[in-house]
């Protein structure tokens, strides 16, 4: 069987698209087994380059690179069954460097074997696959000829080529055709190598008058070159959270993104950058780590800063495409503020004998976080209450201070109190050289008279006392009065209301006595005057 050559050349007239200075992404060459010293293997066609800044180098010291490209042994070269591979870079002026595979194939010449004469067996070898690229996103016009297919027996017969696979009759179809005639091989419009990054189908030659298969099929792949036209993304949410005043080089959080174009190469290098808030944070260039800058950060005076960042592919070259978003960092609260006092002292009152009783609302001010431990307070007395008459909550509500007398002070013994209430958050303090604060009150202890009345229920009751003392005596006095009465009357049938007289009643002679007797047993129809 005779052998298929691929030609690349022809690749090079549709790379204009591409950036300065490029280079195919590798490079497939028939090669002897033996290459010879002074043998030319490849010549490197660059594209966009600076031509009298390029340099162009070879990584294999077996070969040396001339400056029109041309890639020359410099020793006997053994190319194995697996060929043999080397790079070359390429750098101008832009100081972007540029690299190339070249893969060295070893040629397999076909074996002959004659039945008779003028006969032709199929030859039988190891297929092999020489691959192709093209660029992505081509503007040019098409169809675009990108190979040109040549057959040994093309010598000897008069034959045809057809393709069939990826691009041509399967999915995505439209994508390639074939001159049957001259085995050239055409683009057909743009490819996308972010949908579809390689296509792959099979060559095959047949006799045009026999229709008989003069070769095995040939495999062969057409690779995507990547060109960057895909701008890097964003990956999840840019919302950070940092503790106000943490120390300078704390991470905030990490910048993700991503880029469709090829990996490995500087079209998905990314750099990342801080547009604007680089005055208080810093990112990481490679990796988008977000650091503080400095320990000021204050919540009290700001919490929430805003930063734009950039992100640029081509590891932040000035054609490198880009992408911004803003990142938003809130500072997270630490008890770095005491309670204050509204006043520095308080002066109350209370009488001798009073107790469970509030005396005193103390309210202070907290800038920390509203209704956290930060912010919540706890008062504590903490001078002139040793024998314990005084107690002090906090307010859940509004967070005061409430001072209670809970039990009677004597003014005989005592009559001023010097307090000294102490204002604390349930939190400790973190990151401030403040301490907590103190203020004085002074309690004035008044003396209660012995005569005095206390309006309370007891007041009223001491008040009411003589007032009911006299109503019950004069209930008595009459119901005395009543029942006295009642024993002087005579209750007889038919005399009902009359006074019975009895004759041995003395009258003294010094009265006017008017009397009607009546007979033993009767009664007296008038009334005696004395």
Same mark, same amino acid.
């Given at each position: 069987m005779g052998k298929l050559l691929i030609s690349s050349t022809y690749l090079m007239l549709i790379l204009s698209c591409v950036e300065s200075c490029f280079l195919l992404r590798s490079l497939y060459v028939i090669v002897p087994e033996i290459i010879p010293p002074g043998y030319q293997v490849a010549k490197v066609e660059t594209v966009g380059c600076d031509a009298k800044s390029v340099q162009l180098t070879v990584k294999d010291p077996s070969f040396t690179i001339k400056s029109n490209g041309a890639v020359v !042994?410099? &020793? *006997? @070269? *053994?190319v194995g069954e697996r060929g043999r591979i080397f790079s070359v870079s390429a750098r101008d002026n832009s100081g972007l460097e540029r690299k190339m595979e070249v893969h060295l194939v070893r040629s397999t010449m076909p074996k002959r074997h004659r039945r008779g004469q003028g006969s032709l067996n199929r030859s039988k070898r190891r297929a092999c696959r020489f691959p192709t690229s093209v660029v992505e996103n081509y503007e040019g016009n098409y169809p675009i000829l990108l190979e040109k297919l040549v057959s040994e027996p093309s010598a000897s017969h008069d034959m045809y080529f057809t393709i069939e696979g990826e691009g041509v009759d399967t999915y995505p179809t439209g994508v +390639? *055709?074939? =001159?049957?005639? &001259?085995g050239d091989l055409f683009l057909l419009k743009a490819v996308d190598r972010e949908e579809f990054p390689a296509y792959n189908f099979v060559v095959r030659v047949f006799d045009k008058h026999t229709n008989v298969e003069l070769e095995e099929e040939f495999p062969l792949r057409v690779f995507v070159d990547? @060109? #960057?036209? #895909?701008? /890097?993304e964003f990956v999840g949410p840019l919302q950070f959270t940092v503790p106000e005043h943490c120390s300078a080089g &704390? $991470? @905030?959080g990490v910048v993700s993104a991503t880029d469709r174009d090829r990996i490995y190469t500087d079209h998905v290098k990314i750099k990342y950058t801080l547009v604007s808030g680089s005055d208080m +944070? !810093?990112?990481? /260039?490679e990796t988008g780590v977000i650091t503080t800058t400095t320990n000021t950060l204050d919540r009290e005076l700001k919490d929430n800063h805003v930063v734009t960042v950039k992100i640029q592919d081509m590891n932040g070259a000035p054609n490198g495409l880009f992408a911004?978003?803003?990142?938003?960092? !809130?500072l997270s609260d630490i008890n770095d503020n005491p309670p204050a006092f509204m006043k520095s002292s308080? #002066? $109350?009152t209370v009488q001798e004998d009073e107790s469970e009783k509030l005396l005193l609302r103390i309210p @202070?001010? =907290?800038?920390?976080l509203i209704n956290t431990s930060n912010w919540m307070s706890k008062f504590v007395i903490t001078k002139g209450n040793e024998n314990g008459n005084f107690r002090i909550v906090t307010d859940p509500q509004t967070n005061e201070g409430l001072l209670y007398i809970s039990k009677p002070l004597d003014y005989e013994k005592t009559n001023d109190v010097q307090l000294q209430i102490t204002a604390q958050n349930v939190a400790s303090l973190n990151g401030s050289s403040a301490t907590w604060q103190s203020i004085p009150v002074n309690v004035n202890v008044e003396k209660v008279d012995a005569g005095s009345v206390s309006f309370g229920l007891l007041g009223i009751m001491t008040m009411l006392c003589p007032v009911v003392l006299l109503l019950m005596l004069f209930l008595l006095l009459a119901f005395f009065c009543l029942t006295k009465r009642e024993k002087l009357q005579l209750n007889e049938p038919g005399n009902t209301g009359r006074i019975p007289l009895i004759s041995n009643i003395d009258v003294p002679g010094d009265s006017a006595k008017l009397i009607q007797m009546g007979t033993k047993g009767q009664y007296a129809d008038d009334i005696i005057h004395f």
């Open positions: !042994a410099l &020793t *006997s @070269v *053994s +390639f *055709s074939i =001159d049957r005639d &001259t990547d @060109v #960057n036209d #895909n701008a /890097p &704390t $991470v @905030v +944070f !810093a990112i990481h /260039p911004t978003s803003t990142a938003t960092i !809130a308080y #002066n $109350v @202070v001010q =907290d800038k920390d």
